[in-house]
């Protein structure tokens, strides 16, 4: 287990690098397109779905609160 | 009311409409450049708002013909969640006025009819604080909330419409149905107004049911 888990994040590594390494040339890829706005995009993402976590939470703790009674 | 299903769409749908409202195509125009993306944001603000105070004057009319004090507290919360995103939807204008129309508040019919409808529902709070007495304060907020919400909706619908108003569909002004050629930007519009309804939707009933938790602790103790 411990041996599947260190190569493949090993393997996991060894491609981040290798993908840094390519940097000369810049490229359509992922979060570097088009001026990087999918940064921006992903950032207030994960805003709103911290708000939507925030808002299902305090549901289920009103729903137990409901059921105290 | 308290299902699961609903609440998760609003999430998705407000998700969506970020995701298509940044990454998505519009129609390139001189001045608005990219700030077009705003009706995805600063537009369905408003249509929360008036989905809650519609909420709140049919809650009120249901009060005053049954007497039920559950109704009236439906209507209380359900302005007050609808003047937070009211407050949105003027800060989100005036940030995006200041920069495309030059000012943050030029004299526009809509801007100063949204104001005067902000300090309206304001005062029915302030009017609910100052009556002491339950029943009447129940009652007496419930008549001035059913006359003010045609009112909101001359403000802010009626009157820009009929006179000259910077914002888009009055005075001869066109609408962003005619501007938005291929139709691109309608469905991603209409899924932020109703992922934004369902969220102030949300929100009201949480108020709601932390009232009424409050409301029998006080009738215990």
Request: with cysteine.
């Amino acid at each position: 287990m411990k041996k599947i888990f260190l190569s493949t994040s090993f393997l996991f590594l060894s491609l981040l690098s290798a993908f840094a390494q390519s940097n000369g040339v810049e490229m359509a890829t992922g979060l570097r397109s088009s001026g990087k706005i999918w940064v921006v995009v992903l950032v207030v993402l994960t805003l709103f779905i911290g708000i939507f976590i925030y808002l299902f939470t305090m549901d289920r703790r009103i729903k137990k609160l409901e059921k105290d009674k | 009311m308290r299902k699961i299903w609903w609440k998760i769409l609003a999430a998705s749908f407000v998700c969506i409409s970020i995701v298509a409202g940044f990454i998505g195509p519009v129609p390139e125009l001189p001045i608005l450049n990219e700030t077009i993306r705003n009706v995805y944001f600063h537009v369905p603000m408003w249509f929360a708002m008036i989905t809650l105070y519609t909420i709140s004057m049919v809650y009120s009319v249901k009060y005053l013909s049954s007497g039920k004090v559950e109704f009236d507290t439906i209507a209380v919360e359900a302005v007050n969640t609808g003047i937070v995103f009211c407050f949105l939807g003027l800060l989100t204008g005036m940030q995006w006025a200041n920069i495309t129309w030059g000012d943050p508040w030029p004299n526009d019919p809509k801007l100063n009819g949204s104001a005067i409808a902000t300090l309206m529902y304001l005062a029915y709070l302030v009017l609910r604080n100052a009556l002491e007495e339950e029943q009447k304060r129940a009652k007496i907020s419930a008549v001035y909330n059913i006359f003010a919400f045609p009112i909101m909706v001359v403000l802010l619908y009626i009157l820009p419409k009929l006179t000259d108003s910077l914002h888009p569909g009055s005075g001869g002004n066109s609408t962003f149905g005619d501007l938005d050629m291929d139709n691109y930007m309608r469905p991603v519009f209409y899924t932020a107004v109703a992922g934004w309804i369902l969220t102030g939707v949300w929100i009201c009933t949480l108020r709601y049911r932390i009232r009424l938790i409050e409301n029998k602790r006080t009738q215990l103790s």
